[in-house]
């Protein structure tokens, strides 16, 4: 059995308790020394396309092998062949937020294994949810009327924030749809040229259409323009179409802007259009009294996504969204089969009511683990620092003639460019900057496009990166530079 620990079919149960506490052991040895060395490792994968897949058996297995084998391919085949978003130098998207406690915890939940999907099929998991969801909402300063409910991404938040906005535009589409009804005008959904495309593909699976998301134009500093929301909405009326809802994003995807949302209200009240707010990111700012500007308006949407695995240190994935009178969400989609009648019955909140989805992780517990670890002042400290080395690296970039600043630095997020002759090779070497950048595997950055012009996209969120690690990066982008242009 020892070289069979995971059963041949000969023996059965699980591998035998020994066997499981020495591997269990050695696997948070892993762990720990994952983290302490992780800055010694290479960022990226070298290999490209294929090259995990080879290297590995690729016939499923027939009969059961050691726990030894498939650690020595982890060793050699799957921790080479990730890419480190753990590593202090990593800069993509919106940073990394693993934590010590986070890790823990998500270990516990993968021990427990239990379904979150009612009360009663795990009582602790449902009152976990809603306690860090009370203390979130704190955070948020949003008002009691809110409540939340717990997805694992911001798309699938938005789409079941537009769900129920659909709901409340068309009336009864829970139960007959949009087809065939002839009495239906075609609905509208506005937000930013800057918003995240999860507000299209939201659209695409409520069957408003890919189409119907308007993107508004946005101003100097990346945020949406109202004046030209306004004209968007009077438009579409004038054209027989009927304007559902907007989304204000607090953090955009490539330049972490904040949207007007008061004044985004005020259009959407005008017009009793449905105002979600994608906070997805922008939303931590929330727990640094210095930004309570970033809550401006909060309070007058009908919803607010926050995802705790962007700013708030939760290991991916957690996304939090809440509504105004929840019971809008529920209406569309509560729906209590026979088989699980018994197990709906006596709860205050089935939380399986709030969503597509039945079936449900126990995230809470990692967010109730993290958020204590760290408390709210923790938390605030270290975003804090966070937006100090975006700071730090703004005038860096300002203080170099060979670079320019691409927007504002508003939170952890820094878009900058390598000057060039024209547009055109400009384009061409930021692009080539960050494809030398992170294949080099000392740090990894992002590439995108604002007003038609690649930049250069760096973000911070690691709780392990420190100015030193900053000050390396700098470093390589500069000695990158002299090379690419
Ligand atoms: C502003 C914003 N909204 C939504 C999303 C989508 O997040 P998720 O991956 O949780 O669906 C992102 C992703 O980066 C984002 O930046």
């Known amino acids: 059995m020892n070289a069979d620990p995971a059963g041949s079919g000969e023996e059965l149960g699980d591998m035998p308790a020994d066997v499981f506490r020495k591997h269990l052991h050695e696997v948070a040895d892993w762990i720990a020394d994952y983290r302490e060395n992780i800055a010694s490792l290479a960022?990226?994968?070298?290999?490209?396309?294929?090259?995990?897949?080879?290297?590995?058996?690729?016939?499923?297995?027939?009969?059961?092998?050691?726990?030894?084998?498939?650690?020595d391919d982890i060793r050699k085949v799957i921790v080479p062949g990730v890419v480190h978003w753990a590593h202090p130098q990593f800069m993509g998207y919106f940073g990394a937020t693993t934590t010590g406690p986070g890790i823990l915890a998500e270990m516990m939940a993968a021990a427990l294994n239990i379904n979150a999907m009612t009360w009663r099929t795990s009582p602790a998991a449902t009152e976990l949810e809603t306690l860090v969801l009370e203390w979130l909402q704190q955070w948020l300063g949003l008002k009691g009327e809110y409540r939340g409910v717990v997805y694992d991404t911001a798309s699938i938040s938005s789409l079941h924030a537009l769900a129920a906005a659909r709901e409340e535009a068309a009336g009864n589409v829970r139960a007959l749809g949009l087809a065939g009804r002839a009495e239906l005008p075609v609905f509208r959904v506005y937000?930013?040229?800057?918003?995240?495309?999860?507000?299209?593909?939201?659209?695409?699976?409520?069957?408003l259409g890919e189409q119907n998301v308007r993107r508004i134009a946005s101003d100097a500093e990346f945020r949406m323009d109202v004046p030209a929301l306004r004209a968007a909405v009077a438009e579409d009326l004038r054209g027989g179409l009927r304007p559902m809802a907007v989304v204000a994003t607090a953090g955009t995807t490539s330049t972490a802007s904040v949207d007007p949302v008061a004044e985004i209200a005020a259009v959407c009240r005008e017009h009793r259009m449905w105002l979600h707010i994608d906070a997805a990111y922008g939303g931590g700012l929330a727990l640094l009294p210095e930004c309570a500007w970033v809550k401006n308006g909060w309070n007058e949407a009908d919803s607010l996504v926050i995802n705790p695995h962007k700013m708030l240190f939760v290991p991916f994935d957690f996304s939090a969204l809440y509504v105004r009178n929840i019971a809008r969400l529920r209406d569309v989609f509560t729906l209590v089969p026979e088989y699980l009648r018994g197990d709906a019955a006596g709860a205050e909140i089935n939380y399986m009511d709030y969503g597509v989805q039945l079936g449900r992780r126990f995230?809470?517990?990692?967010?109730?683990?993290?958020?204590?670890?760290?408390?709210?002042?923790?938390?605030?400290?270290?975003?804090?620092?966070?937006?100090?080395?975006?700071?730090?690296?703004?005038?860096?970039?300002?203080?170099?003639?060979?670079?320019?600043?691409?927007?504002?630095?508003?939170?952890?997020?820094v878009c900058f460019r390598i000057k060039a002759a024209d547009d055109a090779r400009a384009d061409q070497v930021n692009s080539a900057a960050v494809e030398t950048i992170n294949a080099a595997g000392a740090t990894y950055l992002m590439q995108t496009k604002l007003r038609g012009r690649t930049v250069m996209r760096l973000g911070l969120g690691n709780i392990l990166t420190t100015e030193e690690h900053l000050r390396r990066v700098w470093e390589i982008i500069r000695d990158t530079v002299a090379r690419v242009h």
Do not use: Y
């Open 363 to 413: 995230r809470a517990l990692k967010a109730w683990m993290v958020w204590r670890a760290f408390g709210r002042s923790g938390l605030a400290a270290r975003i804090r620092e966070h937006l100090r080395l975006a700071r730090l690296f703004t005038g860096w970039i300002q203080e170099d003639p060979r670079f320019e600043l691409a927007a504002p630095t508003v939170m952890g997020v």
């Open 43 to 71: 960022i990226s994968p070298r290999g490209g396309p294929g090259a995990v897949r080879a290297a590995l058996t690729t016939s499923a297995p027939e009969t059961g092998e050691t726990l030894e084998a498939m650690f």
């Open 191 to 207: 937000t930013s040229d800057q918003a995240h495309s999860s507000i299209e593909k939201a659209a695409i699976a409520l069957g």
